[in-house]
């Protein structure tokens, strides 16, 4: 499984509300295709976020959004850069 990374911009900010809406639409079709959420992020502002899932393709993600009438910016695979900041200050 890839990690897919999926950017969301919310005019206006999320509400918690439209958060549980959204969570309530998706969490069938990610089951439908097998798609994992591993973590959301949403700004301090919540006028963006990113949510990073485990999943086939991105394709897949796309789709599962779409189904669930779930607006996205864009999807991409992504893959954890762990990197010691010990050696980068040197």
């Not at 897949?60 to 996205?72: G, K, Q």
């Amino acid at each position: 499984m890839k990690h897919l990374i999926v950017e969301h911009t919310f005019e206006p900010p999320l509400t918690d509300e439209e958060f549980d809406n959204m969570s309530t639409r998706l969490q069938p079709c990610l089951q439908q295709y097998q798609i994992k959420l591993m973590r959301t992020y949403v700004s301090a502002d919540r006028s963006r976020g990113l949510c990073v899932f485990e999943a086939p393709d991105a394709e897949t993600v796309r789709l599962a959004h779409r189904t669930a009438n779930v607006e996205f910016n864009r999807v991409w695979v992504g893959e954890a850069f762990i990197r010691n900041l010990e050696e980068v200050t040197e």
